[in-house]
């Protein structure tokens, strides 16, 4: 019994239409230069994060003040200390500068936790300058405020302790206070020199009260 065979069917052959007709793929066009760039990028980036990552461990030693020093008032060793911050490229006034700080005053007054620079020294004091005289005071109780203290901005008032004498007036409006002496009542004042003489002659009477100036400086 004979068994028919089918012919095989050329199956590439038989395809037709638009599955015969493949459009061939063009070769990828390389690039170096996009990629040359891609790689300086990505240096770049690696570079800059390794320059901050370094420039944040940069420490430098700069002058802060530890207690308020009035305008025109001479810097001493106490009222410095040595802090150390990240360097940022502003006016501050190195810690190795910190004799010259002394030499000198301050510019406008300045409070507890400033960092100093450079442009809140000044080589002499305006307050200090022609026209200025020191007065030496020693208040009693109740004369001045507990608070009262060097860089202040005070009032000196005259308080007449006897009949006669006319009433309460003020001397000197805005009196810097230049030190305070170790015994309570004791200060150094810095007033027009005109008014000098009268507040002298009130002081030696006792006739003399000291009021704080607030938000003043």
Not at 14 to 30: C, H
Not at 76 to 101: F, H, K, M, T, Y
Not at 125 to 152: R, T, W
Request: proline share 6%; no cysteine; net charge neutral.
């Amino acid at each position: 019994m004979r068994t028919s065979e089918k012919p095989a069917v050329n199956t590439a052959a038989g395809l037709s239409g638009p599955a015969s007709r493949k459009l061939p793929v063009p070769p990828r066009e390389r690039k170096p230069a996009l990629a040359a760039l891609a790689v300086l990028l990505i240096l770049g980036g690696a570079l800059a994060t390794t320059m901050l990552v370094l420039r944040s461990g940069d420490r430098v030693s700069v002058v802060r003040v530890t207690q308020q020093v009035g305008a025109g008032q001479k810097f001493s060793d106490r009222d410095l200390e040595e802090v150390q911050i990240a360097s940022d490229g502003i006016n501050l006034v190195p810690w190795s500068a910190r004799d010259s700080v002394t030499e000198g005053f301050a510019a406008v007054t300045i409070l507890p936790g400033t960092l100093l620079t450079r442009d809140m020294v000044n080589p002499a004091s305006s307050e200090l300058g022609p026209g200025k005289a020191m007065v030496g005071l020693s208040l009693k109780a109740g004369q001045m405020p507990a608070s009262v203290s060097e860089g202040d901005r005070v009032q000196v008032i005259f308080v007449p302790t006897r009949s006669g004498q006319g009433e309460s007036r003020v001397l000197a409006s805005d009196a810097l206070v230049h030190t305070t002496g170790e015994e309570s009542g004791r200060l150094t004042i810095v007033v027009d020199a005109a008014a000098a003489p009268e507040i002298v002659a009130f002081a030696s009477t006792g006739e003399i009260a000291v009021a704080e100036v607030t938000g003043a400086g």
